[in-house]
């Protein structure tokens, strides 16, 4: 297709055109043989995320959560050393490694950074707690109890509980909005800005190709540290001690004063070749732009959530994406994202595969970067976690259902003992499903999930209408999503059906069109477009190019 569409854009930065695959390393392969997945396992997995053909899934960066030495209160978004990686996940060699086979496969390699808190491990923290004197005190954020005792402000944890914990031995709170083993890092103080900008050059120059800035925009907090408003419209049912719940978030997050910092961190990555900088974000539309920077000199790409917060209807996602559409200043680049290690799995939460199907062929069609997270692909849902096994703080915190787990379990490789993720206990138990549902099953199965993604991915990176060509929806509404990708010439057409029922699309060019693929991966060849039917949850990709 890029050929029929004449010359591609070489121009164009490769974070714009790559799809991203999301590794949380714990859970993806263990190669050291204690239930954690490690640095060379996911080494040993390079080729199946992309070894150059057509067999393998076809992915173009990888971002992998915190490898770094951590007490793992927060399974590693609690770092004790932001230079360093922990023996549970291998070595700094190990990571080198990593970087030069993923590179030699064309793989790009982008790491969590964690800005806003590290761990009380951490010997900054250390130095920071040891005496109100200490030359590190002010690098975390520090305050004295208000008269009676109680804590600075009305802040709560999005764990549960108060934002603060009392330190007994200097008679101060400090801020932790997770758990009290993430203490914050006062990023006014202009040589803990420093000392984190060199953590971004430390991995820079060992050639990582960007950063997912974990909660960016909570690194700066109201200088007054003023209390929240009571939130009106809280759920009435939220568990006691869901403190952050009850509260609208306006003093402790989203500062106008994270602009300029996030301008020196795009900096720090503008001192080197195409680095990419993603953050991760939420918020209203007309706040989250903001983060691409005025002059588009903050954030690459501000994660866009959306989808994964809306219904799974084809007028609620037709809308959201046209509000984002319209809210980009023409310098920024959309993306989308399904599916994180924070989130209920994309298969459960749009209840079946089927329909998680659809939801792939949107993401990997929509205009703008897809990040997908591992084992979408081959379609896990959420684990069944025991309740005495909850590993997540925020589901030990809040309750079996905020548990995060359920989206942690292991890669299912194959139909071997524990899935062939390790050959010992996994820190989580493998899903009951893995012996029909994995890599290798799905590998030999022409209509798996695995080879739709495969054949997904292969499609849209052999098309520049879908990498870079214009996004025009089709306006009607009704069941059917549908939009037109187009680049120069080529001209894709892209029909999903999120309804349960067979559907019709709307009024659309008369003609033929060519099936690329369909998600039940049984249709291909000429179809006439106004006679087109959908079955239920189907999508298509159409080739329209030849009309
Ligand atoms: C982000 C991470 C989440 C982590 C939290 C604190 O939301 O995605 O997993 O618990 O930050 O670092």
Known sequence: MADQAGKSESAVPWWQRAVVYQIYPRSFKDSSGNGIGDLQGIIDSLDYLNDGSDASLGVDAIWISPFYPSPMAD?????????????????????????????RRGIKVIIDWVPNHSSDQHSWFKQSRSSRDNLKRDWYIWRDPKPDGSPPNNWGSFFGGPAWRFDAATGQYYLHQFVPEQPELNWRNPMVKE???????????????????????????????????VNPDAPPDLPDNDLFGRLQQVYNMDQDEVHPILKEIRAVLDEYDERVGIGELWGPLPRWVKYY??????LHLPFNFRLIDIPFDA??????????????????????????????????????LAQARLGGMLLLTLRGTPTLYYGDEIGLSN????????????????GAHRS??????????????????????????VSSDYRSRNVAVQREDPGSMLRFYQKLIHCRQSSDALTIGDYQPVPAGGPCLCYYRQHQQEKLLVALNFSGETARLPELDQGQGRVLLSTEMDRSGSVEIDQLTLRPFEGLLIDLSLL
């Open 293 to 298: 920077g005025e002059h588009g000199d903050e």
């Open 195 to 229: 000392a984190m900008l060199d953590t971004l050059r430390f991995w820079l120059d060992r050639g990582v190709d960007g950063f997912r800035m974990d909660v960016i925009a909570l690194i700066i907090k109201d200088e007054l540290l003023r209390d929240n408003p």
């Open 75 to 103: 399974f590693g978004y609690d770092v004790a050393d932001y230079c360093g990686v922990d023996p549970l996940f291998g070595d700094l060699a190990a990571f080198d490694r990593l970087v030069a086979e993923a590179h």
């Open 315 to 352: 007028d609620a996602i037709r809308q959201s994406v046209a509000e984002m559409e319209a809210a980009l200043p023409p310098f920024a680049w959309p993306n989308y994202v399904l599916g994180n290690h924070d989130r209920p799995r994309l298969a459960s939460r749009y209840g079946g």
């Open 383 to 398: 684990g069944t976690i025991p309740p005495e096994m909850i590993q997540d703080p925020q589901g030990v915190n809040l």
């Open 404 to 429: 995060r787990d359920v989206c942690r379990t292991p890669m299912q490789w194959s139909a071997a003992a524990v899935a062939g993720f390790s050959d010992a206990e996994p820190w989580l138990p």
